[in-house]
């Protein structure tokens, strides 16, 4: 079956160190996206790729990189420069880039991560 | 620019009565409108969807949402509460490129 996959399910981090969040998708969605969830906050858009090669910053980018090498790809880097971390993160695909977004997103399960 | 407005943070129902969920956006033009359902520690699966065809959508586990142009509204709704709709839900306009979320709504439902 086709999706979007998320791992790992559960990351601590400790102060000062980065964190990789994978992300993978076999829709062959060309739009991905990173979202960052905390409570009563609804989602916040960290990242979006609309092709391979190529993303834009969404409205909280400071403190997070992504890389798009791969069209079924998508990481999100964690720096240390984030000074809040602690949050649920929720990888997106949609269909296409350029008005795909209107046949809405395919979300993975998520990854809550942790500052210990 | 597009905004989203959910009206009510937490809603809470009887076991069988109706739900009703109020979302209203802004938006320069008609967008697509998404309701989507999150379950503790899940990710956002979709329940419907409006991209300007009948302005009444019907979705999955009986939910049906009334996109109303001018009140700017696409209120969910749902005749017959269970317990397995408890969950946050969240309203989402969309333009070419990305959604907006609003801040959901988390629903109880009370046996």
């Known amino acids: 079956d086709g999706g979007i996959t998320q791992s790992p399910k559960y990351l601590f981090r400790k102060e000062g160190q980065n964190v990789t969040l994978s992300c993978e998708q076999n829709?062959?969605?060309?739009?991905m996206y990173w979202y960052r969830q905390d409570p009563g906050q609804g989602l916040r858009l960290i990242y979006y790729s609309q092709i391979v090669n190529d993303f834009q910053k969404g409205d909280i980018a400071e403190g997070y990189s992504v890389s798009r090498e791969k069209k079924e790809s998508f990481p999100l880097t964690v720096t240390s420069a984030q000074k809040n971390p602690t949050a649920f993160y929720l990888c997106?695909?949609?269909?296409?880039?350029?008005?795909?977004?209107?046949?809405?997103?395919?979300f993975g399960s998520g990854t809550r991560l942790t500052v210990v | 620019a597009q905004s989203v407005t959910q009206l009510d943070s937490h809603v809470s129902v009887s076991e069988g009565t109706p739900v009703l969920l109020r979302c209203n956006y802004s938006s320069s033009y008609s967008p697509s409108l998404f309701w989507y359902v999150q379950h503790p520690n899940k990710g956002l699966q979709l329940l419907l969807k409006?991209?300007?065809?009948?302005?009444l959508v019907k979705g999955i586990n009986g939910f049906e949402a009334e996109f109303k142009k001018s009140e700017t509204s696409f209120h969910l709704t749902k005749p017959s509460a269970h317990m397995s709709d408890a969950a946050e839900y969240f309203c989402?306009?969309?333009?070419?490129?990305?959604?907006?979320f609003g801040a959901g709504t988390t629903v109880t439902v009370r046996a």
């Open positions: 829709l062959n969605h060309d739009a």
């Open positions: 989402a306009p969309s333009n070419d490129y990305k959604l907006s």
């Open positions: 409006y991209t300007s065809a009948a302005t």
């Open positions: 997106a695909s949609s269909i296409t880039g350029t008005g795909g977004a209107r046949y809405g997103y395919t």
